[in-house]
């Protein structure tokens, strides 16, 4: 979540939708930004900048996914070092299963801001409301736009950067492989738990 004081605009940043890129171009566009929540949702907007515009993207739920779970083969390794080593650890053991089990049976939210060392830590910036497995987390908890978030799909993110002044780069993008083929009852998940994203995907912001 990032608050944009000279727009009054708050970015919500839902995971494997270019966020990492988006951020880094907002933070050189706008010095005054402030990253507040890495993904936090909508509806946890702080009092006050819950007045101001939310934007925020929302992507293919299978393409998503897929891609979450290739990034998170290298979690800790090839980017986001600067995370705890025991829970980028536990990410990558997360992803050790195919992607259709892992689609599946995944249990294990992304974004917490709780210790997975068991130190007792705790990591404000990885606050939730939500901490629910992204395998079983439709985009609409991040977005909500009956909170009046205007959704932008993922494959027309331009525009979102237009209105933003900004054009970012590509960063933490993993391979073009597209996802493989997943059976009946992975299908059915997908329509169960995502039927939102689905129908957004196809939406014109």
Known sequence: MILIPEIKTVVILVPRTGTRSLKRA???EYPNSMLLYRHMEAD??????DRWR????VRDPLDRLWSLYKYLKRFGLDWCAEHDATYTAKMRESVEAPFEDWLLKNDLPFTTPYDSAGLGRFFPA?????PIPENRKSQFHYLRPDLG???FPYQSVGNLYSELGVMPP???GTDDQPPPQICSDAVDY????FAWDKSAVDAKP
């Open 149 to 151: 978030t205007d959704v």
């Open 126 to 130: 990885y606050s939730v409301k939500h």
């Open 26 to 28: 907002i933070a050189d």
């Open 44 to 49: 946890g907007v702080p009092h006050g900048y």
């Open 190 to 193: 997908i329509s169960r738990w």
């Open 54 to 57: 939310k934007v925020g993207v």
């Open 170 to 172: 590509r960063l933490n």
